[in-house]
């Protein structure tokens, strides 16, 4: 499976961004559908960490608490992507933000196997 994430960028404190991650190339006899998607984080000198996860459905989803309240994910089957759309931006949340995926249909966090490149978000107060 590859995926592609885009949407990162610089904003200020407060602010919003929504991330996308596109996948494709996926082994015989899977589809997008087939799989949990997920968001992880890993800023400077810090070890990644779990930000968001849906099922293959989209109709259960888990958040990390340092973002929860603040971050949704959702996907849409048809188009292959997943999105992360982050309100209420702080500083903290500056980091490498990276999307996965799992075979594992219901959300494991250990079990993402694919992982895209990452696209960086920064937030300056």
């Known amino acids: 499976v590859q995926l592609q994430a885009s949407g990162g960028g610089l904003v200020q404190a407060g602010g919003s961004l929504r991330l996308s991650c596109t996948a494709s190339?996926?082994?015989?006899?899977?589809?997008?559908?087939?799989?949990?998607m997920g968001w992880f984080r890993q800023a400077p000198g810090k070890e990644r960490e779990f930000v968001a996860a849906?099922?293959?459905?989209?109709?259960?989803?888990s958040t990390g608490d340092s973002v929860k309240g603040r971050f949704t994910i959702s996907r849409d089957n048809a188009k292959n992507t997943v999105y992360l759309q982050m309100n209420s931006l702080k500083p903290e949340d500056t980091a490498v933000y990276y999307c996965?995926?799992?075979?594992?249909?219901?959300?494991?966090?250990?079990?993402?196997?694919?992982w895209g490149q990452g696209t960086l978000v920064t937030v300056s107060s």
């Open positions: 849906v099922i293959w459905s989209g109709t259960r989803s």
């Open positions: 996965a995926a799992s075979a594992v249909l219901r959300i494991t966090v250990n079990a993402f196997d694919y």
């Open positions: 190339r996926f082994p015989s006899g899977f589809s997008f559908s087939s799989y949990s």
